[in-house]
């Protein structure tokens, strides 16, 4: 029932801008704190961004402070990741998460997160 489904993926060369939106349903969304992660082949799944479920916080890794932002509107149940400066390490599967609001600490752990979409495809070419 809860589903997460990500759109706006795509290729693009190394300097463009790509905005990725996430649309929730079957949850409250306002109360899951919701983040992006990133996985490549044969690497680990790395946190991208996050946005608690407040609205008032959000948190970025270091790779992408400054590129990245992570926003949220609650009259649509959406989630948007405004991608910008885009580099070729930044070639990866991005999904979107939700995390519960009774989940302490800062959002940058995966298996915190209770539910997830099955991603999209972000290719960047130099």
């Known amino acids: 029932q809860v589903q997460l489904v990500e759109s706006g993926g795509g290729l693009v060369q190394a300097g463009d801008s790509l905005r990725l939106s996430c649309a929730a349903s079957?949850?409250?969304?306002?109360?899951?704190?919701m983040g992006w992660f990133r996985q490549a082949p044969g690497k680990e799944r790395e946190f991208v961004a996050a946005?608690?479920?407040?609205?008032?916080?959000?948190y970025y890794a270091d790779s992408v402070k400054g590129r990245f932002t992570i926003a949220r509107d609650s009259a649509k149940n959406t989630v948007s990741l405004q991608m910008n400066s885009l580099k070729p390490e930044d070639t990866a599967v991005y999904s979107c998460?939700?995390?519960?609001?009774?989940?302490?600490?800062?959002?940058?752990?995966?298996?915190?997160?209770?539910?997830w979409g099955t991603g999209t495809q972000v290719t960047v070419s130099s």
């Open positions: 998460a939700a995390r519960a609001k009774y989940y302490s600490g800062h959002p940058y752990t995966s298996r915190e997160y209770n539910y």
């Open positions: 079957g949850l409250s969304f306002s109360s899951y704190t």
């Open positions: 946005i608690w479920w407040s609205g008032f916080s959000t």
